[in-house]
């Protein structure tokens, strides 16, 4: 079974509006941790805001916030006044377990984003 | 802050050929990591390092081999290169109690 799973096709969102992605997953692990990396077309992997667990806050950086539902399994990314430059291809991705040097991560299969002028 | 540095950018190879690819953690973090990522794939696990000793292995082919040194450096030995090799190949670093997991920029590797 997959562990993450991105199932929404190519997203397009209006500059200065908000998008959600979608993210859910799937784990037995009670310590795990769920990540958000942006990969513009030149290629790097940008971190963009983690959650753990445990944590019983939704995390938020800025412009991202996680919208963290632990019962459902699912850590939808929410990027809040759209611009220009977030047009890019956004990947979930789970830790578990959460620490420790064997906390390789497991990513979905991705989303693209398009923001439109 | 100073970032995960990779090295280099970017490699053309020949099939059957070897490639040696360097990765520089974020000081102070002890555990490297290393992904390949397909054309229009996610990044696959390949092998990471926790203190110099290998941590964990995931879909990592024999004709490739890794090692962590003492200043923490890590790189990734590939030899008899296929066309199906070509991808690019990203480290990420953190710290053995941390959460965050920091990528590098990448090295695109193209096999011809």
């Known amino acids: 079974a997959q562990k993450i799973t991105q199932t929404q096709p190519g997203m397009f969102v209006q500059e200065k509006e908000a998008v959600t992605l979608d993210c859910t997953y799937d784990?037995?692990?009670?310590?795990?941790?769920l990540f958000w990396y942006k990969q513009p077309s030149s290629g790097e992997m940008i971190f963009l805001i983690y959650?753990?667990?445990?944590?019983?806050q939704n995390a938020t950086e800025g412009r991202y916030s996680l919208n963290f539902q632990k019962a459902r399994k699912s850590a939808n990314l929410v990027i809040s006044a759209s611009q220009l430059g977030d047009s890019a291809m956004y990947f979930c991705?789970?830790?578990?377990?959460?620490?420790?040097?064997?906390?390789?991560?497991?990513f979905g299969k991705g989303i693209t984003l398009s923001v439109r002028p | 802050a100073a970032g995960v540095i990779q090295s280099p950018r970017h490699l053309i190879k020949e099939k059957r050929e070897t490639a040696t690819l360097k990765c520089y953690p974020i000081?102070?973090?002890?555990?490297v990591y290393w992904y390949q990522q397909g054309p229009g794939q996610d990044p696959q696990f390949l092998i990471s390092?926790?203190?110099?000793?290998?941590?964990d292995k995931g879909s990592i082919p024999d004709r490739f081999s890794a090692q962590q040194f003492s200043d923490y450096h890590s790189e990734l030995n590939m030899s008899s290169l296929e066309l199906g090799d070509s991808a690019l190949y990203f480290c990420?670093?953190?710290?053995?109690?941390?959460?965050?997991?920091?990528f590098g920029p990448g090295t695109r590797l193209t096999v011809t």
């Open positions: 390092f926790y203190e110099k000793m290998q941590s």
């Open positions: 990420a670093s953190s710290s053995y109690a941390g959460t965050e997991q920091y």
């Open positions: 991705a789970m830790r578990e377990p959460n620490t420790g040097a064997n906390s390789k991560l497991t």
């Open positions: 784990t037995s692990d009670q310590s795990y941790g």
């Open positions: 000081p102070r973090h002890d555990t």
């Open positions: 959650q753990g667990s445990y944590d019983e």
